[in-house]
């Protein structure tokens, strides 16, 4: 069956970074584009950032020359580095596969439980 395990959140002040890891199992992870997604409290999920087999990458504007997406095929684990954190980065984040031919939309409907990012100011 399809998992996401992510990992990696934690508390930190405004203008720190932190690293995101989701490590997926039953797929066939090096045949999919993997992404990162966000919800913040009270509003709804959110795309963040996407890479594609190939190792193309696209991100929201909103996080666009701070947030960095990877991808380990040898350890299908998917991987979001992100910097110069704000206060509106606050949310908790999770992974997905990525519909081929679309830049956001998640392909699976069994989501991990995601991990906390809160950034203080």
């Known amino acids: 069956q399809v998992q996401f395990v992510e990992s990696g959140g934690g508390l930190v002040q405004a203008g720190g970074s932190l690293r995101l890891s989701c490590a997926a199992s039953?797929?066939?992870?090096?045949?999919?584009?993997m992404g990162w997604y966000r919800q913040a409290p009270g509003k709804q999920r959110e795309f963040v950032a996407r890479?594609?087999?190939?190792?193309?990458?696209n991100y929201a504007d909103s996080v666009k020359g701070r947030f960095t997406i990877s991808r380990d095929n040898a350890k299908n684990t998917v991987y979001l580095q992100m910097n110069s954190l704000k206060p509106e980065d606050t949310a908790v984040y999770y992974c997905?596969?990525?519909?081929?031919?679309?830049?956001?939309?998640?392909?699976?409907?069994?989501w991990g439980q995601g991990t906390q990012v809160t950034v203080s100011s």
């Open positions: 997905n596969a990525v519909v081929a031919g679309t830049g956001d939309l998640y392909k699976y409907t069994n």
């Open positions: 039953g797929i066939i992870f090096s045949g999919n584009a």
């Open positions: 890479i594609s087999t190939g190792g193309k990458t």
